[in-house]
């Protein structure tokens, strides 16, 4: 049965792995973004495609490279998903300096040069977005699109996945509710989830949760057979299961039988059950799924564009640590409430203590394993980066990230479909590039 699991979840596992700390190196070993462009490719083309062009379910290779490259953009179309609706408002549009502005900066900031961590020879900023197999990227400065390109799958109008840049979204409408009084962040779990019984997490504090300072045991190890990932995987496919199968149905059944791994509190530890125990969490207090409340306290007074969606187990629950897909601009749009404290087109969606919390980060003496984050911390599901331009983000395998300036008073938004699902192989371009924009456009 364990073959059955690991052969099914092969997809999904990109939606789950956790970041790596290992410093980029080349990939000689791999096509390039250009050579593996999904219509280079020739993915999914023709009525009907030609049977080694096609990418399907239940084979579950579809987030293996090449092939996520075509995925990413279509991953509803291989797993059942629930709506973030936009509801049915006009949509606020963003706002743009003048094509031939917006064309002159396009151009400044493609010609950019920087040295990447470690490195021995300059890269430039469009040199860059093909390293690391950009799929999509949009900068706002001072509330303006200065940057926008496509790539890959994506369109104008299309949808990625978003990975564990999800659990982002779930960390911030747990702040925002902690901050409104609706949960106490001192409470232990059990104390908001009864049925959590014997579970480690029981006598977590919710707080403890949201920073990811459990003590629960949860291996993530691909390599090992036994890694806590297989059962996890199991109880979270949406797909039936072998009339044998006798584990935990669905996220929120595992959950009640995480065993203990360590002093809650102690340290940080990037652990993906714990952003699917805060999403059970926020629905039980607020009687909403995180779906909805997605929708009603982000999408719909934001002004979106598109709706977005968020893959669900087999009981229906989202996946609250990394299923949502969504549009590029609307994550700019939720840069921008996060840049402006709250704020978006004259509307206020929440306290600005709730972004104030999030970007004064966590502890940075509990953080530690991440060596492209020296001076790194985690804090309600962010990433706090502790630099010069107090810099804070929501981060994804791949590529994915929400990129937040406030000194630069930017917001870049990069989704992609790089090879390997570890975040210590990109960094070493993209954090030295994304610090070259912002001084750039500070110097504006």
Not at 304 to 311: G, P
Request: a negative charge; charged letters at 20%; proline letters at 6%.
């Amino acid at each position: 049965m364990l073959g059955y699991w690991k052969n099914l979840i092969t997809g999904v596992l990109c939606l789950l792995l956790t970041p790596v700390t290992t410093a980029v190196h080349a990939q000689t070993d791999v096509l390039s973004a250009k050579e593996s462009d999904p219509r280079v490719m020739g993915w999914m083309q023709g009525f009907p495609p030609p049977a080694d062009k096609l990418i399907t379910q239940p084979d579950s290779n579809y987030f293996s490279f090449p092939k996520l490259r075509w995925s990413v953009c279509h991953l509803r179309e291989f797993l059942p998903t629930e709506e973030i609706s936009r509801g049915t408002a006009a949509p606020v549009a963003l706002q743009y300096p003048s094509p031939a502005r917006f064309a002159d900066l396009r151009q400044s900031i493609d010609a950019l040069s920087f040295m990447p961590i470690n490195g021995e020879k300059e890269m430039t900023w469009e040199e860059s977005l093909y390293a690391n197999y950009t799929d999509g990227i949009l900068i706002l400065h001072k509330g303006q699109v200065v940057y926008e390109r496509y790539f890959g799958c994506l369109q104008e109008d299309g949808k990625h996945a978003i990975m564990s840049m999800t659990k982002s979204i779930t960390g911030l409408l747990g702040q925002i509710l902690v901050v409104e009084g609706v949960l106490d962040d001192t409470l232990l779990v059990r104390d908001v989830i009864p049925e959590i019984g014997e579970s480690a997490f029981a006598t977590v504090t919710i707080r403890e949760v949201m920073d990811m300072t459990t003590g629960v045991k949860y291996s993530e190890d691909y390599s090992d057979p036994n890694a806590d990932i297989w059962l996890y995987s199991a109880a979270a496919s949406p797909l039936p299961k072998p009339e044998d199968y006798a584990g935990p149905n669905g996220y929120w059944e595992y959950l009640q039988q995480v065993a203990a791994d360590g002093q809650h509190g102690d340290a940080f530890h990037y652990k993906t059950i714990n952003s699917d125990m805060l999403g059970w969490i926020i629905s039980r207090v607020t009687g909403k799924s995180v779906t909805e409340l997605a929708s009603d306290r982000l999408w719909r007074p934001m002004g979106a564009e598109q709706d977005a969606y968020q893959t669900v187990d087999g009981k229906g629950v989202p996946f609250a640590g990394g299923g949502v897909t969504a549009g590029l601009r609307d994550l700019g749009r939720l840069g921008l409430v996060m840049l402006n404290q709250g704020e978006i087109n004259g509307k206020k969606l929440f306290p600005a203590e709730v972004v104030q919390t999030i970007a004064a980060g966590g502890d940075p003496a509990k953080f530690s394993g991440f060596p492209t984050l020296p001076s790194g911390s985690y804090t309600s599901q962010w990433w706090v980066f502790h630099n010069d331009h107090g810099a804070y983000a929501a981060r994804g395998v791949h590529g994915q990230t929400i990129y937040v300036d406030p000194t630069a008073q930017m917001v870049l938004v990069r989704l992609a479909s790089f090879p390997r699902a570890q975040n210590g192989y990109i960094d070493p371009t993209s954090l030295p590039a994304y610090q070259a924009v912002a001084e750039f456009l500070m110097s504006q």
